[in-house]
């Protein structure tokens, strides 16, 4: 079975420059990742673009902003989190991740368990790779609890 960054590099044929960035890419979504799972706001801050928000279309459209998901983040309680599919695509300083996931977790004290198409936007800045948007929608799970 191939790592994450395995399948990527598998179809994305490109220089070798390239594929140091997509590394690069992938090393620091690996960071986004482990910082929610930590909750950790100030490893968020390192990873986050200056204007992040989440934004959800389903159940119920809402853009959460950059502060406000910061202060949400020490009661999203991730339980587990496991990708099932991810596709990356990289042009020049913009790149997405798309991934399929399945979560449980808890938010806010209330169950957010359940399957997930994430997409993540991000933009190469002077300090690196930075997730500018990340569009979440639930498969199975219900809405997002309000705080």
Do not use: K
């Not at 004290?109 to 948007?133: H, K, L, N």
Request: charged content about 25%; proline content about 3%; some cysteine.
């Amino acid at each position: 079975m191939h790592s994450t960054l395995g399948r990527a590099l598998d179809t994305w044929r490109s220089s070798r420059h390239d594929a140091e960035m997509l590394n690069e890419l992938l090393e620091r979504a690996a960071q986004f990742q482990e910082c929610i799972a930590r909750r950790d706001a100030v490893a968020a801050d390192a990873v986050l673009d200056h204007d992040y928000a989440l934004v959800l279309v389903y159940p119920a459209r809402a853009m959460i902003p950059r502060d406000q998901w910061l202060a949400t983040l020490p009661d999203y309680v991730v339980h587990s989190y496991q990708v099932e599919e991810q596709l990356v695509d990289v042009d020049g300083d913009c790149a997405t991740i798309l991934h399929r996931a399945q979560m449980q977790a808890t938010v806010m004290g209330q169950d957010r368990s359940g399957t997930f198409v994430i997409t993540d936007v991000w933009r190469r800045r002077a300090d690196g790779w930075r997730v500018w948007r990340r569009n979440s929608t639930p498969l199975t799970a219900g809405e997002m609890p309000q705080g």
